[in-house]
């Protein structure tokens, strides 16, 4: 079994990014909004913002409170879109229940919504002739493509369908010229399907979800959940242990996908950047 290093390719994409910023007339510009103080997501957007200003990126990192209304969220979105210093606007999601996160999606710029969530992008990616795409399925992609695995026609399977990672994953590879079948929650008999699967996407946030002896021999395994258990270990959807016994390649987690998320964000950055020039 072969780890597929994430933290190494993430970070190789990265010193590329950096490397091109500085030929620029000027820096790309990210802001990312955050509603509220959940401490997960002020983890991501601080590593966002650091992320930034490590490949010199011009970055604004904007708190709001929790009680904000939608219109003064709306507002600030819009005050964004009519700024020439920023290329990407993303909100950290989940937002408060009281407000509606579809319509922040909308109110954003297809042009600079570097997350891919706009019904624009997303129809886009749908067509495939994707113009900006969801950060961690075009991460994985990378992965894919980076360790030099062969979609055309293979069996694939993603767990999950969500419009963050599911969803997009599975339109990703079907643009790829895989067969493609999207599992979710209510899936009946998820381990027979899998035993027919050459790659395994999964994104689910359930820990150990997924059983070694549920991947076929010479599978691609790639874990996108991140799930802290009580002892405080960070694992994955898929029993790493028990798969590594069947699995061709694996990502690792910590240091699989995770990584990728945001050296994708910046690269979509760099591209919404080019487009508006
Ligand atoms: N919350 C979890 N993942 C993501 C993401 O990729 N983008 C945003 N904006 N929020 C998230």
């Not at 209304?69 to 990407?88: A, C, F, S």
């Not at 795409?133 to 399977?157: E, F, S």
Request: glycine share 8%; net charge neutral.
């Amino acid at each position: 079994m072969n780890i597929i290093d994430g933290k190494k390719i993430a970070q190789n994409l990265r010193n590329d990014i950096a490397k091109q910023v500085k030929s620029l007339d000027r820096a790309p510009g990210l802001a990312v909004i955050l509603v509220g103080d959940d401490p997960a997501s002020s983890v991501y957007v601080r590593n966002k913002d650091n992320a930034c200003k490590e490949v010199g990126f011009y970055s604004e990192k904007i708190n709001k409170p929790a009680d904000i209304t939608q219109q003064q969220l709306l507002d600030e979105i819009q005050r964004l879109n009519n700024d020439d210093k920023i290329d990407g606007i993303l909100v950290q999601l989940p937002l408060p229940s009281h407000l509606d996160a579809n319509l922040v999606i909308e109110m954003i710029s297809p042009e600079k919504d570097v997350d891919g969530f706009h019904s624009e992008n997303v129809g886009k990616l749908m067509q495939n002739k994707p113009y900006l795409r969801p950060c961690t399925p075009k991460g994985v992609m990378t992965l894919l493509a980076i360790t030099g695995i062969d979609l055309v026609g293979k069996n694939c399977v993603v767990v999950g369908a969500s419009n963050i990672v599911g969803r997009p994953m599975a339109m990703e590879l079907l643009n790829a010229r895989a067969t493609v079948t999207i599992c979710n929650s209510k899936t009946t008999n998820l381990s027979g399907k899998l035993q027919q699967a050459d790659v395994v996407v999964v994104a689910v946030g359930i820990p150990k979800m997924i059983q070694g002896d549920w991947i076929k021999p010479g599978a691609v395994v790639i874990d996108v959940g991140i799930n802290r258990l009580k002892t405080g270990k960070l694992v994955g959807d898929v029993d790493f242990d028990a798969a590594t016994q069947n699995a061709s390649w694996m990502t690792p987690v910590p240091g699989g996908v995770g990584p990728m998320t945001i050296a994708t964000l910046l690269e979509n950055t760099l591209t919404a950047y080019q487009n508006r020039k």
